[in-house]
């Protein structure tokens, strides 16, 4: 077995280098990382652009207006106002390049075609000039920005139809064991409902990793190698379960067969310690423990960094923050913990110290608290490293 700390090294060398793929811009880049800087293809507004409802005025010493027109959003109506004119206009629509201003409807009074301003008129209010939102050249979003709906928004109205990011990676997602069944089977006796293949899809999904193939595997030989053989068509493989020592547990065999590389086999922590992590060619596989929350602790600590990795993400790993303790945590195991928690903004504290099979803690957890090996007792109040679990 090695230590937490030489596993997540040896995971860090083997990660993949990110791939810049050209992509439509469409909701499903949401999430996604860009690969290049955007500059700016044209000025934003394009036009001297009114910001409110009300009058575009061409300035002189009275208080009193003529309208003359009207000019909507969308509208290619052109005026070329003489000192005293005006005309109606709504947010979003041209200003004449003769305008001095806009004066909002609320601040003014109109008998017809004749206009009164009450207020002082300042040149240039209520006008978003060309270009003042975002100018022609310069730079809108950043190579590592992490797309979101404002961000695609921003790119759309700049009239961009693709983008370079970096390409989602595609995931299989291995489900071992003769026991398990889908949520569809009737529950014999024996058999359990299988949930792992549910909780790793939807730990991808926040990621916006969303191609995803599950796969099933009987426990023989046979069936393990012909699953694991599929699965090694992707860029990931995720394989819940038979990574063991059991009669019944063939993972790790066949993927020797299959060529695999081991990069570490077993970690001294817990929950996980079963963790498997190979390579063959350019796919990542991790064969996690059959317990759920076993599952998606290793998920957390292990995978996610490769999968930050293809996704172009830095630092490729979860936000850690050292916390104090809010009570003392027992390391009896001689091994490193990764205890679930509830993690605030000054402390944190444990929800369910030691068991590694349940997800009823994990669901009410925001965080993981390591604990190393070295670290017999963390006494209240210690500073403890502390990985923040992303929100939904």
């Known amino acids: 077995m090695i230590s937490v700390e030489e596993a997540l090294d040896i995971v860090n060398k083997n990660a993949p280098r990110p791939r810049p793929s050209q992509e439509v811009i469409s909701p499903a880049l949401g999430g996604?990382?860009?690969?290049?800087?955007?500059?700016?293809?044209?000025?934003?507004?394009?036009?001297?652009?009114?910001?409110?409802?009300?009058?575009?005025?061409?300035?002189?010493?009275?208080?009193?207006?003529?309208?003359?027109?009207?000019?909507?959003?969308?509208?290619?109506?052109?005026?070329?106002?003489?000192?005293?004119?005006?005309?109606?206009?709504?947010?979003?629509?041209?200003?004449?390049?003769?305008?001095?201003?806009?004066?909002?409807?609320?601040?003014?009074?109109?008998?017809?075609?004749?206009?009164?301003?009450?207020?002082?008129?300042?040149?240039?209010?209520?006008?978003?000039?060309?270009?003042?939102?975002?100018?022609?050249?310069?730079?809108?979003?950043?190579?590592?920005?992490?797309?979101?709906?404002?961000?695609?928004?921003?790119?759309?109205?700049?009239?961009?139809?693709?983008?370079?990011?970096?390409?989602?990676?595609?995931?299989?997602?291995?489900?071992t064991g003769d026991e398990l069944i889908s949520i569809d089977e009737p529950l014999a006796q024996g058999k359990i409902y299988e949930s792992n293949s549910l909780v790793l899809k939807t730990a991808l999904h926040q990621m916006g990793i969303t191609e995803i193939t599950v796969l099933w595997a009987k426990d023989t030989q046979e069936d393990t190698e012909r699953a694991l053989a599929e699965g090694l068509k992707h860029d990931v493989l995720l394989i819940s379960g038979g990574i063991s020592v059991g009669d019944y547990d063939f993972v790790g065999s066949s993927l020797a067969t299959l060529g695999v590389k081991t990069r570490f086999h077993k970690v001294r922590q817990k929950p996980g310690k079963p963790?498997?992590?190979?390579?063959?060619?350019?796919?990542?596989?991790?064969?996690?423990?059959?317990?759920?929350?076993?599952?998606?602790?290793?998920?957390?600590?292990?995978?996610?960094?490769?999968?930050?990795?293809?996704?172009?993400?830095?630092?490729a790993h979860l936000p850690i923050r050292e916390l104090p303790l809010n009570q003392a945590v027992e390391n009896k195991f001689d091994r490193a913990l990764f205890l679930k928690a509830q993690a605030t903004d000054t402390t944190v504290s444990m929800i369910d110290e030691m068991n590694s099979a349940t997800l009823i803690s994990f669901a009410h957890a925001n965080a993981l608290v390591y604990i190393p090996e070295t670290m017999q007792k963390a006494e209240k109040n210690t500073n403890v490293k502390t990985w923040i679990l992303p929100e939904l």
């Open 32 to 175: 996604a990382v860009l690969a290049e800087t955007i500059l700016a293809p044209i000025d934003l507004p394009m036009f001297a652009q009114s910001s409110m409802d009300g009058y575009a005025l061409c300035m002189h010493t009275k208080t009193h207006y003529r309208i003359v027109g009207e000019i909507q959003a969308g509208s290619n109506a052109s005026y070329t106002l003489q000192a005293g004119e005006a005309v109606r206009i709504f947010t979003g629509a041209p200003v004449p390049s003769s305008a001095d201003a806009v004066v909002i409807q609320e601040k003014v009074q109109h008998d017809g075609d004749t206009l009164t301003v009450a207020s002082v008129i300042k040149p240039g209010q209520n006008i978003r000039t060309v270009g003042s939102q975002v100018p022609k050249g310069s730079v809108v979003l950043k190579q590592g920005t992490v797309l979101n709906a404002a961000a695609l928004g921003l790119l759309q109205s700049l009239g961009l139809v693709q983008v370079q990011v970096y390409k989602k990676p595609r995931v299989a997602i291995l489900v």
């Open 275 to 315: 963790i498997f992590f190979g390579t063959k060619e350019d796919t990542h596989i991790f064969a996690l423990p059959g317990n759920p929350a076993s599952t998606l602790s290793c998920f957390y600590v292990y995978v996610l960094p490769i999968l930050y990795t293809y996704l172009g993400k830095t630092p």
